[in-house]
């Protein structure tokens, strides 16, 4: 992978990460304090289905 890929791919997630609060900053903080009430084992299920899909859409394009 070049290192060009890796800055672009970056760079999207930010994009990405940046929209929903740009958006909708309410609703973003009511999430996100959601998210503070869950237990860790909650917060690493969310984690390991987050990272299972990236995996499989990764996969899927190659």
């Known amino acids: ?3 060009q890929v890796f ?3 970056l760079a999207l997630m ?3 990460e940046g929209l929903f609060p ?3 900053p309410g609703g ?3 999430t996100f304090e959601k998210l503070l009430s869950l237990r860790d ?3 690493r299920f969310f ?3 987050s990272i299972l899909l990236g ?5 899927a394009t190659l």
Not at 55 to 59: C, I, K, N, P, S
């Open 22 to 24: 740009f958006l909708s």
């Open 47 to 49: 984690g390991l289905v």
């Open 28 to 30: 973003w903080r009511k």
């Open 55 to 59: 995996l499989v859409a990764l996969w």
């Open 14 to 16: 930010l994009v990405f």
């Open 7 to 9: 800055w672009a791919a």
């Open 41 to 43: 084992g909650q917060l």
């Open 1 to 3: 992978m070049s290192s």
